[in-house]
């Protein structure tokens, strides 16, 4: 009994701060991009990918939004959690990144053309 309840009294206090293990969520433009097919994916080191908060100066295509989730403790986690996510797709960027109200971030995923 006693374990339930401290077990209760855990959940409650994650469900009410919000806690919980930071990642990462990619929303696709649209699952009719060819890029999406996953034959395409090309993987690529995460330290390749560039994650920036402003727009970039050169031709892209924007694929997805990625958002992370979990509440990253700063702007350089949640830089890296993109990176680990996005490096498994291979592609190019994340601009324009942007702290939410909720202290997530969010982002505009490019392959450069």
């Given amino acids: 009994m006693f374990f339930e309840k401290a077990l209760l009294r855990l959940a409650l206090c994650l469900l009410i701060a919000g806690c919980g293990v930071p990642s990462v969520t990619v929303r696709p433009h649209s699952w009719d991009d060819p890029f999406w097919d996953s034959k395409n994916y090309s993987r690529k ?28 403790k700063d702007e350089k986690e949640a830089f890296r959690l993109m990176r680990k996510q996005l490096a498994t797709l291979g592609v190019d960027a994340v601009i324009k990144v942007r702290i939410m109200e909720n202290r997530n971030y969010e982002g505009v995923v490019v392959l450069f053309d």
């Fill in 45 to 72: 080191e995460p330290n390749s990918i560039i994650v920036t908060n402003t727009d970039i100066n050169r031709p892209y295509k924007e694929v997805a939004i990625i958002q992370t989730t979990g509440r990253p």
